[in-house]
């Protein structure tokens, strides 16, 4: 049996390459309340270097993954795509980089929402935050989790695993919710076979693209950011994720979003053709519908 309760798993992928598509079709076989049981939503708000925020939702549930945008402008985006954003149960944060949890301190005091973030990740934060305005920061609801262990927020599994990123304690994760599996990986240096495991079986895969290796060389970064970003605890290249594609990537994913693209080093057209030409070569293509997130406004949900 397929994810979607009766559907077979190649009307499935054909279905789910266009948002909407999925919808009609159970309405048209009469089955409007395997639908409305069904319905599990990824909202990328924000994605890049001026911050990160996005939506694992089901009907029951819904996570925001980063605070990288300020509070206000989370709201605005939401509401943009017409979701309330006090409908909100909780908070994930990947990392304490600021373009993933610069609006955390005051989304949390105004939502009232448990934030879940492991010990060290909240460590690293509470101090930045307090050598720049000399107070110790607090998260009224905090919630610690730790690397490679399951951990539920209503009806949706949370599985965080461990990513090579230049934090303190950084994370990706996985969500599974009513039969469907999310995948989330952005601010890794390389993939490792841990990543790879985790990654595998995944419905719909947010990947990190963030820079072409040769912008990136010609670019206007000194030297020593540059390295930074090349290394193995940097960020993700197009050339990199082309090649997890090639020869790691499991090629089950309805969707694939390219996320946290650089402004400067990179260019979504150039990201979009490096990733849909590996996706060929594995002869997924026309299986894998592939998204671009954007740091100037939000993609439109996507709907398993």
Not at 97 to 103: C, P, R
Not at 112 to 127: D, E, K
Request: charged share 25%; aromatic share 6%.
């Amino acid at each position: 049996m397929s994810k979607l309760g009766f559907v077979p798993d190649a009307t499935r992928r054909e279905l789910t390459k266009v948002p909407g598509q999925l919808e009609s079709y159970f309405r048209s076989t009469g089955r409007t309340r395997m639908l409305r049981s069904m319905c599990v939503t990824v909202s990328m708000l924000a994605s890049g270097s001026r911050g990160n925020c996005a939506t694992v939702a089901s009907t029951r549930t819904k996570i925001l993954v980063d605070a990288g945008v300020s509070c206000r402008e989370t709201f605005k985006r939401m509401k943009a795509l017409g979701e309330e954003p006090h409908s909100l149960s909780a908070i994930l944060i990947t990392h304490e980089h600021s373009d993933h949890i610069y609006g955390l301190a005051t989304l949390a005091k105004k939502l009232r929402i448990p934030v879940f973030l492991t010990g060290a990740t909240h460590s690293a934060w509470a101090r930045a935050i307090r050598d720049e305005k000399g107070e110790r920061p607090q998260l009224e609801k905090m919630e610690r989790f730790e690397s490679g262990h399951k951990f539920q927020i209503g009806d949706i599994e949370v599985k965080p695993f461990t990513i090579p990123h230049d934090a303190a304690d950084p994370v990706g994760f996985t969500f599974r919710v009513e039969g469907s599996k999310v995948g989330i990986a952005t601010d890794l240096g390389y993939v490792p076979v841990s990543v790879r495991d985790h990654l595998r079986g995944c419905d719909v895969l947010v990947m990190e693209s963030n820079h072409d290796l040769e912008m990136l060389r010609l670019g206007p970064y000194p030297w020593s950011v540059k390295q930074r970003v090349m290394s193995r605890v940097g960020h993700l290249s197009n050339e990199a994720l082309a090649d997890f594609f090639t020869n790691d990537y499991d090629n089950g994913a309805a969707f694939v979003v390219l996320a946290h693209l650089s402004e400067q080093n990179n260019h979504p057209e150039v990201a979009r053709r490096e990733a849909e030409r590996a996706l060929a070569n594995r002869g997924g293509l026309f299986q894998n519908r592939v998204l671009l997130a954007a740091q100037s406004e939000a993609l439109e949900p996507i709907r398993l």
